[in-house]
């Protein structure tokens, strides 16, 4: 079980301080005979990260990196995405798969900065996550050995992992009442776990910890206006706002008004169906305020495209291709169309639902005059000639059929 790591190496574990990574650090220790760097993201998940460095310390980390990626995490990563429109299975905003591919960059990045032989993580061997992180380190430094103790241990679930970190003194949120297994950032948080495997159950209201019930959302509908430039998100209510600012701002509007709620079967990489609780407030207006706005701005056939495209983007993001030449190339296509992504969009938020109520850009390509009943520049004597021509082959074969 050396996996190529000698006792004394050093070996850096991407860390949250959640129940599987804190169990990681003494493992490592004990199984390996390894110093342990803890990395944690801060990618905006509302810890106190001054806490996750402490209990990564008294469970036996040499060191604790702790990078502050919010900025890069949305401009980078997550708004990229939104540009093209890549949503997983009609409905999940990608929120825990758009930050594996950040988390490993940063990952290569500590293990160089500590001269470390290999990395871990606490992805299981059913998960999506596991595929994601060694992909991301497969493309970017290959000689690392990457060491995923779920595929190793003899550890079978929660309730054991459980087990093992109150033998070792280590404190967990996770309990056998709350088994839930939680990942959290400034784009979403997600929900597996406990009763959710049965998908035959109704989704209970203690699963949710970001999001209000939306029946007890705000009886007065809120009205928001986002700005976007080239595809970017920009202002809101005219006030232009660095991401982060403008990330917090939406979420706190979209949490308040119970917006972004998701319970799916999905099917994972790996070849199962899984059932996952997703809250993604704020990406949900976005995602609505861009396709709004990208209705008004692409042409159709740009627009059917940009729709095969985000299908998929997000089947790349979601298996963790994110370093592949092809998204690469698909990321050049978001780039151009979304030139002509620049405006604003009015939206109303009400009991879980944002809904674009009017948009405006000087790339519109909305004419009114065209467009109006009450006159206007267009002839209807055309639409003769063009119904004759696009009808055509219908003429054709309804002769070759009958003779007539």
Known sequence: MTNGVMPGDRVVLAYSGGLDTSIIIPWLKENYGVRVVAFCADLGQGEDLDKVRDKALRSGAEAVEIRDLRHRFLTEFAFPMLRAEAIYEGVYLLGTSIARPLIAEELVRVARQYDAKAVAHGATGKGNDQVRFELGIMALAPDLRVIAPWREWQITGRLEAMAYAKDHGIEVAATPESPYSRDQNMWHVSHEGGVL????????????????????????????????????????????????????????????????????????????????????????????????????????????????????????????????????????????????????????????????????????????????????????????????????????????????
């Not at 992504?341 to 005059?369: I, N, P």
């Open 197 to 404: 495997e049965d998908p035959s159950i109704p989704t209970p209201s203690d699963v949710y910890t970001w999001t209000v019930d939306p029946i007890k959302a705000p009886d007065a509908v809120k009205v928001v206006r986002v700005g976007f430039r080239e595809g970017y998100p920009v202002s809101l209510n005219g006030v232009d706002l660095e991401p982060v600012m403008l990330m917090e701002q939406v979420n706190q509007w979209g949490a308040e008004n119970g917006i972004g709620r998701v319970t799916m079967v999905e099917n994972r990489l790996v070849g199962m169906k899984s059932r996952g609780v997703y809250e993604t407030p704020g990406g949900t207006i976005l995602y609505e305020a861009h396709q709004a706005l990208t209705a008004l701005t692409w042409d159709r056939e740009t627009r059917d495209f940009a729709s095969e495209v985000g299908l998929k983007m997000a089947r790349l993001i979601y298996d963790g291709l994110w370093f592949s030449p092809l998204r690469e190339a698909l990321s050049a296509f978001v780039d151009q169309a979304n030139h002509v992504v620049t405006g604003e969009v009015t939206l109303h938020l009400y009991k879980g639902r944002a809904t674009s109520h009017a948009a405006s850009s000087r790339f519109s390509l909305y004419s009114q005059d065209l467009a109006t009943f009450d006159g206007g520049q267009y002839d209807h004597h055309d639409a003769q000639g063009f119904i004759r021509l696009f009808g055509l082959p219908l003429a054709v074969r309804h002769h070759m059929r009958t003779g007539e």
